[in-house]
């Protein structure tokens, strides 16, 4: 495609239930980054692939966040038992990094998906 | 820790005028300074600025980095009421991952 696309755009659930979010990067890209967005707050940043491995998950906030790659390109996102503060919104890029030239690569993010824990 | 502010956090203007935005910072091991344009949900691309003096231009949009001052400023002159929307600095620090600042949400009123 010729940008990066999540689904669902918009997610509510009850506190407590499992959510799944799902990011499509742009092709050929290597790099996929999520960060989450709360109200009024600036994008928190939450992990990292590499192709298929997470060299830094240093910012996801609990054990209930995990997040997998396959194939290089689709990510998803999961949240275990969702608490209130979760609610957010979760955002996706991806960027192509060349060989040791890291920092300077461009993130291009999705639309993101607006998440609400009842 | 990286740290990345902006300022001011919000301001109006009327169309026509010439705006100019802040974003000082203080990382580890600064590799890049990005700037995005935030409508509704997905952060835009705007610059990459590495070197310091050089500017970077765009249409109205310009922007330029100071790394011995630790701050990147964005201008955008003739502003129109399109380029109303939350400006987000970000820094990379080599790790690949950005630190960003809370944005500045730029009203243009007709």
């Known amino acids: 495609g010729a940008g990066v696309s999540q689904s669902p755009s918009n997610k509510v659930t009850e506190k407590g239930k499992d959510v799944e979010l799902r990011c499509d990067p742009i092709s050929g890209h290597t790099a996929l980054y999520w960060y989450r967005q709360s109200l009024g707050q600036g994008l928190e940043f939450l992990i990292y692939?590499?192709?298929?491995?997470?060299?830094?998950k240093s910012g996801l906030p609990s054990d209930r966040f995990s997040a997998e790659r396959t194939g290089g390109s689709v990510s998803t996102l999961t949240i275990q038992r969702t608490q209130q503060e979760d609610s957010a919104v979760y955002l996706c890029?991806?960027?192509?990094?060349?060989?040791?030239?890291?920092?300077?690569?461009?993130?291009?993010f999705g639309p993101g998906t607006r998440l609400t824990v009842l | 820790e990286d740290k990345v502010v902006q300022s001011p956090l919000s301001l109006v203007v009327h169309e026509g005028d010439t705006v100019t935005l802040n974003c000082s910072y203080e990382v580890t091991n600064f590799r890049s300074l990005l700037w995005y344009k935030q409508e509704k949900k997905a952060p835009t691309f705007l610059f990459m600025l590495t070197s310091s003096g050089i500017e970077k231009k765009s249409g109205r949009l310009s922007s330029i980095l100071d790394k011995k001052e630790l701050f990147s400023i964005l201008n955008i002159t003739a502003t129109q009421t399109g380029d109303s929307a939350v400006y987000l600095c970000a820094v990379n620090s080599g790790y690949s991952t950005l630190t960003f600042g809370k944005g500045t949400m730029l009203l243009v009123s007709p």
């Open positions: 692939f590499q192709g298929n491995s997470a060299p830094d």
């Open positions: 890029a991806s960027s192509f990094v060349k060989a040791r030239k890291t920092g300077t690569d461009t993130q291009y």
